[in-house]
């Protein structure tokens, strides 16, 4: 079962990840913080320092993933081909 369902972009999503090197996912509704960090450990071979959840108000679940300084979200999103 895969947790993550899509990655997230616009303007505040653009600031985050130049600013403070966060990725805003999509994520199904049950997955824990612990669950998220796994994947996108996982599917990004990356070194995840912490992840925040909201739920917004339509019921969809996101999650910010912060990663590690030596991890740029820039680089990342340039390997799947999204920036």
Same mark, same amino acid.
């Given at each position: 079962? @895969?947790?993550?369902?899509?990655? $997230? ?12 090197? &966060?990725?805003?996912?999509? &994520? ?6 612990? =669950? ?6 996982? %599917? !990004?071979?990356?070194? %995840? ?5 909201? $739920?917004?108000?339509?019921?969809e679940k996101?999650?910010? %993933?912060? !990663?590690?300084?030596? !991890?740029?979200? =820039? =680089?990342i999103l @340039? ?5």
């Open positions: 079962m @895969s947790v993550i369902k899509r990655v $997230i972009g616009g303007e505040k999503a653009t600031n985050l990840r130049v600013q403070k090197n &966060v990725l805003i996912v999509g &994520v199904e509704r049950r997955a824990t913080k612990a =669950d998220i960090k796994k994947e996108v450990e996982n %599917v !990004f071979n990356v070194k %995840v320092v912490r992840v925040n959840t909201l $739920i917004t108000p339509k019921g996101k999650a910010y %993933v912060t !990663f590690a300084k030596e !991890f740029k979200v =820039d =680089d @340039s390997k799947m081909g999204l920036v």
